[in-house]
């Protein structure tokens, strides 16, 4: 089950909706093409209830495909910054760890957000997953890195639309750990091989130090924290260097 907001410059935002219990982590995903919710919900569903998942919904996305041919996202700093702004309180929210999942043009996307956010002191993310794309600075000259959260890349070792330099570029962007992930699949690995991807971005977070938000207060004023994690088969890890 789905909420979705929209904002004045017509940006969506589609949530899954949480069971009472709350969640550890709020995951917002950058999908690559338009008209793909229903993927990504698929996706979204088997994270829960560990992680939240917000779904970001360009302009002109009517959401699932029906009669429309997808379109890739552009990747501009325009349609970053809106999508910056209409994220707005919800990458500030307290109690939930915040971390970005990019697809294709959406990995950019969500790169060039992050760094809005690390630009502006807004709450850093603790990682960044890139899936399906080189790296922005993969034929740039060397320079600083621009983050400093954890970057996560993940790659079909068949897939045409990457290359294992291009991918392993992702490194140079940050200041923090970087991982490299790869999956036997070419360019459809979101859909068929999703469980792989899912334990890849839960095993990634959890592995981060604890952090538990605490529920409501009981009936007597009392707050109780919570010590409840939702487990899935570890994932395999593959050194690219």
Same mark, same amino acid.
């Given at each position: 089950?789905?909420?979705?907001?929209?904002?004045?410059?017509?940006?969506?935002?589609?949530?899954?909706?949480?069971?009472?219990?709350?969640?550890?982590? =709020?995951?917002?995903? !950058?999908? +690559? *093409?338009?008209?793909?919710?229903? @993927?990504?919900? %698929?996706? #979204? &569903?088997? /994270?829960?209830?560990?992680?939240?998942?917000?779904?970001?919904?360009?302009?002109?996305?009517?959401?699932?495909?029906?009669?429309?041919?997808?379109?890739?996202?552009?990747?501009?700093?325009?349609?970053?910054?809106?999508?910056?702004?209409?994220?707005?309180?919800?990458?500030?929210?307290?109690? =939930?760890?915040?971390? !970005?999942? +990019? *697809?294709?043009?959406?990995?950019? @996307?969500?790169? %060039?957000? #992050? &760094?809005? /956010?690390?630009?502006?002191?807004?709450?850093?993310?603790?990682?960044?997953?890139?899936?399906?794309?080189?790296?922005?600075?993969?034929?740039?000259?060397?320079?600083?890195?621009?983050?400093?959260?954890?970057?996560?890349?993940?790659?079909?070792?068949?897939?045409?639309?990457?290359?294992?330099?291009?991918?392993?570029?992702?490194?140079?962007?940050?200041?923090?750990?970087?991982?490299?992930?790869?999956?036997?699949?070419?360019?459809?690995?979101?859909?068929?091989?999703?469980?792989?991807?899912?334990?890849?971005?839960?095993?990634?977070?959890?592995?981060?130090?604890?952090?538990?938000?605490?529920?409501?207060?009981?009936?007597?004023?009392?707050?109780?924290?919570?010590?409840?994690?939702?487990?899935?088969?570890?994932?395999?890890?593959?050194?690219?260097?």
């Amino acid at each position: 089950m789905t909420t979705q907001e929209k904002t004045p410059d017509d940006i969506g935002l589609i949530r899954i909706l949480q069971p009472e219990t709350p969640s550890r982590f =709020r995951l917002i995903c !950058f999908p +690559g *093409h338009t008209h793909s919710t229903s @993927l990504y919900l %698929r996706l #979204a &569903e088997l /994270l829960l209830p560990t992680v939240e998942v917000l779904l970001i919904q360009y302009p002109g996305d009517s959401g699932d495909s029906g009669d429309h041919l997808p379109q890739t996202v552009p990747d501009s700093e325009e349609l970053a910054s809106k999508i910056f702004e209409a994220l707005g309180d919800w990458t500030g929210r307290p109690g =939930r760890r915040l971390a !970005f999942f +990019g *697809h294709r043009a959406g990995a950019r @996307l969500a790169h %060039r957000v #992050a &760094e809005r /956010l690390e630009r502006e002191n807004s709450p850093l993310l603790v990682t960044l997953f890139v899936s399906g794309s080189n790296a922005p600075c993969v034929h740039a000259p060397l320079g600083p890195p621009t983050l400093r959260c954890r970057v996560v890349a993940l790659a079909g070792d068949r897939d045409p639309a990457v290359t294992p330099a291009g991918v392993r570029a992702w490194r140079r962007c940050t200041s923090g750990p970087f991982d490299l992930e790869t999956l036997p699949a070419a360019r459809d690995y979101l859909d068929s091989h999703k469980r792989e991807v899912i334990n890849i971005v839960h095993d990634q977070l959890m592995s981060l130090p604890p952090f538990e938000p605490p529920e409501p207060p009981g009936p007597g004023g009392e707050l109780r924290l919570l010590g409840r994690r939702h487990h899935l088969r570890p994932s395999r890890t593959l050194d690219a260097e």
